[in-house]
């Protein structure tokens, strides 16, 4: 549907040949009278949109037209949804008039063209002396197509998977009281699955381990000192690193995973459908089997392992890239380490736990990353990377928060990763051939400059923190200089993570093209994802671009089909993230239903109703709470109550007891001023818009006057006065 609706979006050529089943859905929208002729090509009327259907709470719809783009997304009420489900890909007509109290758009479903979901999640509620069914997360209430007898044979909270259609009940999941549900929820919403297609498993099983006769044509670096640096319990290990100081050649092997999974089979299609590894705290949903991703593929200690090497040559002085080359290589890993056995390394100069081969390389290396990243940083931005780690009990329920900083292990693995992200762009867009006149497409990681609307509200906000007290810069130079210096005022605040999320906030996310644009955040004029290949289908792709292009078999073909995979991609990674946020918010939100009435500390996020309050208080760090009555400002400390919880949408209630004049935890003068200025604003804002509605109902009142006003008939001639 992407595909069509992107030809749609640019207009189809009348001669244009199109598959058939896009023929039919063009001669679809022909016959509802919604295409226009333009130049021999067919476009959308503006009047109409074909997007994706979100429902919400309330029975009303929201469709987000698509390809995305600014377009505000368009508001459908329940009973023109034509029985549309969240997901759905929809036809929609543009109505006249707005809602009460809503400023978007109205229309109505016209035809569904794509169902997305076959399935709608739902737990069991008893209601008087029936039994329906509520959705999950939006709360619909839906009809059973079962007797009532049958289902008060259940347990109230009786998770099911329903046809929407019928209403009948397709599978019964468990119970909403087990913790170990949450997993099933989250994975369900997401429309993800832990098992494989048997053909893909079978084919992951069917692989020999690695023998280096068997790869005579690849580079034999086994007598290379490797180590691999990862998080304690981590299984997959993609990458793996060597500095040889002496001659200053940095290696940066990466797991070659496009050997055994090969262009449309069976693996290739089930990891581009998953398209990235999801992290739960106790587990990880793989993107390739386990046979490959914990095993074969997987950079394991002391085992030969097949690898994309980039050997990098760099100025002994200042660090700058020489020359660099990408080769296949068999290679083996002389130890895996942790985080913290490379820090106890860097701090004491020697670690016991590291082999004695390792020790004198890796800290030439950890000199090295230094001065890469002080170089790094007079382009690019460089932000707290405070990771919030949940750890469960044996009953998968919550039981502490561990909080990980950055530190100079997590640099040094960085700064190397960086490099060879960044050396693997400029690969994608060199000439094969002296006359290799092809559009470069690529995968590449971009990120666009913050819009002036952006930085203005940032810096407008970081005025009222008494961070920043100049003028907002205009030219990106000075933008970057001013970042730096509002981190380094935010250091001496003690707000440091509270203003680098106010800044990330302001710029766009970034996301994957096939047209370079450069990356703004990281300063880089060209960059991709390489390293990871075991978990994203990016970095796998991106290595069969670069081995073709390394042996000079390109094909340009292939090409062709890059931007719609980078949007698909870059879809399908916002919503990995998304089931991960969801996961922990079920966790909190079980956690919190035995707390009711109990009062925590946190911080209010925004400036609307109702606010929403992130608490601090271990180990809930991160949860969020929506306040339902008190009031409060952003950023301003309080004490907050749980009055209610509801575990299948994983929202938590609660109500401000008591306002600090404080905020980040710390209660300085300069705090009370803004918390101030906040409330003085907030005042404004309301009164503003009470003003403004107050005028519209006074026009719509003058309108409904103007438009009932009938002038009367004119008397007939013979009864005027004076005839």
Not at 706 to 713: C, F, G, T
């Amino acid at each position: 549907m992407n595909e069509f609706l992107n030809l749609l979006r640019i207009g189809i050529p009348l001669d244009f040949k199109l598959a058939d089943s896009f023929s039919q859905l063009l001669e679809s929208l022909y016959r509802f009278d919604v295409l226009t002729l333009h130049k021999n090509r067919y476009f959308l009327k503006k009047q109409f949109c074909i997007g994706k259907v979100e429902l919400t709470r309330e029975g009303y719809g929201f469709i987000t037209p698509l390809p995305k783009s600014n377009r505000q997304d368009w508001l459908v009420e329940k009973n023109l949804l034509k029985g549309a489900q969240k997901g759905d890909i929809v036809l929609a007509k543009l109505l006249t008039g707005h809602l009460k109290n809503s400023h978007r758009p109205r229309a109505k479903v016209m035809k569904i063209l794509e169902s997305k979901d076959r399935f709608v999640l739902c737990y069991l509620e008893k209601y008087k002396l029936d039994c329906i069914a509520i959705s999950i997360p939006n709360e619909i209430p839906y009809k059973i197509k079962a007797s009532q007898k049958s289902l008060k044979t259940l347990p109230s909270n009786t998770i099911l998977k329903l046809n929407p259609q019928n209403g009948e009940i397709l599978e019964i999941l468990g119970t909403l009281e087990d913790p170990k549900i949450d997993e099933i929820l989250t994975l369900c919403l997401y429309n993800r699955q832990e098992s494989f297609n048997l053909n893909a498993q079978l084919q992951a099983e069917s692989f020999p381990e690695v023998r280096l006769k068997d790869f005579k044509e690849r580079m034999d670096c086994t007598h290379l000192p490797f180590c691999a640096i990862d998080p304690l319990g981590a299984k997959d290990h993609d990458d793996a690193i060597y500095f040889d100081a002496e001659s200053s050649i940095l290696y940066v092997a990466i797991a070659d995973v496009s050997y055994y999974v090969k262009e449309e089979s069976p693996l290739d299609l089930e990891a581009k459908n998953r398209g990235f590894s999801i992290y739960f705290p106790h587990k990880s949903i793989p993107m390739l089997p386990r046979a490959l991703s914990e095993n074969l593929c997987s950079l394991n200690e002391g085992k030969l392992r097949l690898a994309m090497v980039w050997k990098i040559r760099l100025h002994k002085r200042t660090k700058a890239v020489l020359n660099s080359e990408l080769f296949e290589a068999v290679i083996k890993v002389r130890q895996k380490l942790t985080y913290e056995e490379v820090d106890a390394l860097i701090k004491n100069g020697t670690n016991k736990q590291v082999l004695p081969s390792l020790r004198t390389p890796i800290l030439h290396l950890h000199t090295l990353a230094q001065k890469l990243r002080a170089k790094r940083l007079k382009f690019g931005f460089d932000f707290l990377g405070d990771e919030k780690s949940m750890e469960l009990d044996k009953n998968l329920e919550l039981k502490n928060i561990k909080i990980e900083s950055q530190t100079f292990s997590h640099q040094l693995v960085e700064e190397c990763m960086l490099l060879a992200n960044i050396q693997s762009a400029k690969l994608q867009t060199q000439k094969t051939t002296a006359n290799d006149d092809n559009l470069k497409l690529g995968i590449y990681r971009v990120h666009s400059k913050p819009k002036p609307d952006g930085i203005q509200e940032l810096f407008a906000e970081l005025k009222l923190l008494g961070i920043w007290e100049k003028a907002i810069p205009t030219n990106p130079k000075d933008f970057h200089q001013a970042i730096l210096n509002v981190q380094k005022a935010a250091k001496l605040a003690n707000m440091e993570n509270e203003v680098d999320k106010l800044i990330i906030k302001s710029m766009p996310q970034a996301f994957y093209a096939s047209h370079n644009i450069g990356h703004f955040g990281l300063g880089f004029e060209a960059y991709s994802h390489f390293t990871s290949p075991i978990r994203r289908y990016s970095d796998l792709l991106l290595h069969r671009i670069l081995k073709a292009k390394i042996k000079l078999c390109e094909d340009y073909t292939i090409k062709e089909s890059l931007p719609l995979l980078c949007e698909s991609l870059s879809q399908k990674e916002r919503e990995v993230a998304k089931a991960e946020i969801d996961f922990k918010d079920r966790k909190f939100a079980r956690f919190l239903s035995r707390k009711i009435g109990q009062t925590f500390e946190g911080i209010i996020l925004n400036d609307t109703k109702p606010e929403l309050i992130s608490l601090t208080a271990t180990p809930l760090q991160g949860a969020r709470v929506i306040s339902l009555k008190g009031n409060g400002v952003k950023y301003q400390k309080v004490r907050v109550q749980i009055i209610d919880v509801q575990i299948a949408t994983a929202k938590i209630y609660g109500r401000i007891v008591e306002c600090y004049n404080e905020s980040f935890g710390k209660e300085t003068k300069q705090i009370s001023k803004y918390l101030f200025a906040k409330k003085c604003q907030k005042d404004k804002q309301t009164k503003q818009r009470i003003k403004e509605n107050a005028q519209s109902i006074r026009k719509n009142i003058q309108r409904k006057k103007r438009s009932s006003y009938v002038n009367p008939k004119p008397l007939p001639r013979h009864k005027r006065k004076g005839k």
